[in-house]
């Protein structure tokens, strides 16, 4: 031991000294004596209570009051911290995309917002608003018409069925009739525009409101030939768009109206129009559809069905006239395979409703054309957002799959030829090789072996080639699932005739199970 050790105890040692105060030391003492910052404790005497964040305490306004008046303005730009990226931020980028996809359907199932109308225009009574609308073209003035019929486009918008309904049809005929002219006296190009754009919106507006109502107008044909008229004037897409679907109003209540376009220049107008809005200027594309102009293509193609409803062979009738061969030409750049994977533009069923009406030479001119890639490339969208994706959206098949199953089915009828190009689409030749030299060789095996032959048999109950996901497999899949009869019908019927009417081929391709159903709701 290095330091010496203690010396004991005299007789002259005094004992320590008791403290100042009969209190205990530490934090079980009661209440704690100051703390000494020149004292080095034990146990210190705990200090004040520890509050809550800021931003969770509210400020005494007695105390605080309002803000500084001499303190600077908030930073209109604080600086915000970006997260870094790292791979687990994937999900969260897919969720993000996910609702903005569900909330770009919503907006399309509701439709464009409505114009606003202020306070002081709605509380304008709607005498007053048509009583405006027929004086507007008394001095030819773009304006004052803007201006009126603008007012009704927006009170009709607004759900204002008054001033739909009792708007007379007088003033609806004289304003298609008035407008050619005020657009042939106006210099200026922008009021023209507006003034086009106001007079033919309202009109499709009031034409729609009349037609859910029950109302007709009165000279269906004279304004039908007004329509037209315009649509030959250099006007706004959305003026031709508003054209097109009041001329559909007017073809579904007035037959004088279709009996107006089909046996006039109307058609060839019409097919003009699609030909202007769908095809390329140059056609150095094959066709290649012009994505700007989508609504207008739809409002014409959705005519053209309602007139082919109406008379068939002058819409889509002979293929040596010159109309319905440029909307043949149409057709088939609308039903144009060049578009994202499991997306079907609605342009595309607009003309597959449309293809439905056309004779079997039209499918016979596609067949020749080289189209039955496309319709297929149309059809497999529908059915694998249907069957596989299970999007909410085309959970209505008979709407939906039927009708480009049907021009599919109406495709592999048309001869031989059209029935190889379908069933080699379906039913690739290579696929087929591998499974015949397969069924050969447990045919010849099944006959030694007992057991073998019970599992072949067993097997035949599914199709022969279930490949997941492929076209062949999901026709078999609406023929067996589907809960709709007339899409499991024209699925079976195409299975059958790509296999050319053999029931044989027909059971091994589609299964017993699927088979024998549809065998069953053909007997009864």
Not at 150 to 171: F, I
Not at 399 to 421: D, I, K, T, Y
Not at 478 to 497: F, N
């Amino acid at each position: 031991m290095d330091a010496p050790l203690p010396k004991p105890p005299t007789d002259d040692a005094k004992p320590p000294a008791p403290p100042k105060e009969d209190r205990p030391i530490g934090p079980w003492g009661g209440e704690p004596m100051p703390a000494d910052p020149d004292k080095d404790e034990d146990w210190p005497a705990p200090g004040p209570e520890i509050p809550a964040p800021y931003q969770d305490q509210r400020p005494d306004p007695e105390v605080f009051g309002g803000p500084d008046p001499g303190a600077p303005p908030p930073n209109p730009n604080p600086q915000t911290f970006e997260k870094p990226r790292f791979m687990c931020n994937a999900l969260d980028d897919a969720e993000a995309e996910m609702r903005k996809l569900w909330a770009w359907r919503e907006r399309r199932k509701r439709g464009p917002p409505p114009d606003p109308v202020e306070d002081d225009e709605r509380a304008v009574p709607a005498a007053e608003v048509w009583a405006a609308c027929a004086v507007a073209f008394a001095e030819a003035d773009a304006i004052d018409v803007t201006l009126a019929w603008d007012l009704l486009r927006r009170r009709v918008a607004n759900d204002d069925n008054e001033c739909a309904t009792g708007l007379a049809s007088k003033v609806l005929e004289d304003g298609l009739g008035g407008l050619e002219t005020v657009l042939e006296a106006e210099d200026d190009d922008e009021a023209m525009r507006a003034c086009a754009d106001a007079v033919c919106g309202a009109w499709a507006r009031c034409a729609k409101a009349r037609e859910a109502s029950g109302g007709v107008v009165e000279d269906a044909a004279a304004c039908a030939s007004n329509l037209l008229d315009l649509m030959q004037l250099a006007l706004t897409v959305r003026a031709y768009v508003a054209c097109a679907e009041s001329l559909q109003s007017l073809c579904r209540t007035s037959p004088e109206a279709c009996h107006e376009i089909l046996h006039g220049e109307g058609v060839r107008v019409l097919a003009t129009a699609l030909a202007w809005c769908v095809l390329d200027e140059d056609m150095s594309k094959g066709g290649l559809l012009k994505v700007v102009d989508t609504d207008l293509g739809c409002a014409l193609v959705d005519l053209l069905t309602v007139l082919a409803g109406a008379d068939a062979t002058k819409v889509v009738g002979d293929l040596k006239a010159e109309a319905p061969a440029l909307i043949g030409v149409c057709l088939r750049a609308i039903l144009l395979d060049e578009r994202p994977q499991w997306t079907v533009p609605p342009l595309c069923k607009s003309g597959v409703h449309l293809l439905l009406r056309a004779p079997e030479s039209y499918y016979a001119w596609l067949v020749a054309n080289g189209s039955v890639p496309r319709l297929l490339t149309l059809l497999e969208p529908l059915v694998v957002l249907y069957l596989v994706e299970r999007d909410p959206d085309a959970q209505e098949p008979d709407l939906q799959v039927a009708p480009c199953l049907e021009c599919v089915l109406r495709s592999a009828r048309c001869g031989a030829e059209g029935r190889a190009a379908t069933k080699a689409w379906i039913y690739p030749p290579k696929d087929d090789e591998r499974w015949r030299a397969a069924l050969a060789a447990n045919a010849a095996r099944a006959q030694d072996d007992e057991e073998f032959a019970e599992a072949v048999e067993e097997r035949r109950k599914h199709p022969v080639d279930p490949e997941p996901y492929a076209m062949r497999t999901l026709l078999v899949e609406l023929m067996y699932k589907c809960p709709q009869k007339r899409t499991r019908r024209l699925a079976g019927d195409l299975v059958l005739e790509l296999c050319g009417g053999d029931r044989a081929e027909f059971e091994l391709r589609a299964g017993t199970d699927a088979a024998g159903r549809y065998w069953k709701e053909g007997s009864s």
